[in-house]
């Protein structure tokens, strides 16, 4: 539960947290802006629109846009605490990671706060093209492999992947529907990053994911 004295202090955290500035850390949980649960694009229109984007200005994502993207990508959309995104067995395996200018922050559906987790600008780590460095958001998908019961270790590479795919496809439809870019990313040095995220003994990274307004 938080606050109101967080709250009001997260707002401005989360404005903090739209700008590029590299100073200073994370240090307070952001609740985020309730998602709007209508409107928006035609779905159809949103998959006309979907593609994969490399170049990116460096306009920051404001709070709002933030709560939609996350919310959409695998927030809560039924009062059972189910998510937008489907996943495998009905275990719950991914966390959502931001890689931001403020630090690494991780998404917590439930309450729909972004918990500062590391204070360093990791974006660099993220992947292995250049604009991963500089791009506002790179989320990334880490697997609870622990939690993934009596299965091989491929197995579970495997159904890990697909459940950050499909958050990864609800994210491009979000990007695709409110003029933002994005791109899904493997080339990516899971292990090292894992390391740098301190990731406990069977969590692993699977995929990462750029997003940012695409450069003019
Ligand atoms: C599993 C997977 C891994 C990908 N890895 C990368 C990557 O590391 N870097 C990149 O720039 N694009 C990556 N992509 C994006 C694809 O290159 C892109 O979706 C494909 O070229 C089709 O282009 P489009 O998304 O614009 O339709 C990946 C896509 C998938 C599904």
């Not at 947290?17 to 200073?24: I, K, P, V």
Request: net charge neutral; charged share 20%; with cysteine.
């Amino acid at each position: 539960m938080i606050t109101r004295r967080q709250a009001t202090g997260s707002m401005l955290a989360g404005v903090a947290l739209s700008m590029s500035s590299t100073e200073g850390g994370a240090t307070e949980p952001v609740q985020l802006p309730a998602a709007a649960r209508s409107g928006g694009m035609p779905l159809m229109s949103a998959l006309a629109a979907r593609h994969s984007t490399r170049e990116y200005s460096d306009r920051a994502l404001s709070p709002q846009t933030l709560g939609e993207l996350l919310w959409a990508a695998f927030g809560i959309n039924r009062p059972s605490g189910e998510r937008t995104a489907p996943y495998w067995r009905h275990v719950m395996v991914i966390d959502v990671y931001l890689a931001m200018a403020d630090g690494v922050w991780l998404y917590e559906p439930q309450t729909h706060v972004l918990r500062p987790y590391l204070p360093h600008d990791l974006r660099a780590q993220t992947g292995m093209q250049e604009f991963v460095a500089t791009v506002p958001l790179n989320l990334v998908y880490v697997a609870h492999g622990e939690r993934m019961q009596d299965i091989s270790a491929e197995e579970r590479r495997l159904y890990a992947s697909v459940d950050a795919a499909f958050i990864g496809q609800n994210v491009y439809l979000y990007c695709a529907s409110v003029g933002l870019g994005s791109v899904f990313r493997g080339a990516v040095d899971a292990r090292r990053l894992g390391e740098l995220l301190k990731l406990p003994e069977g969590q692993f990274v699977t995929f990462a994911q750029s997003i940012g307004y695409p450069r003019a």
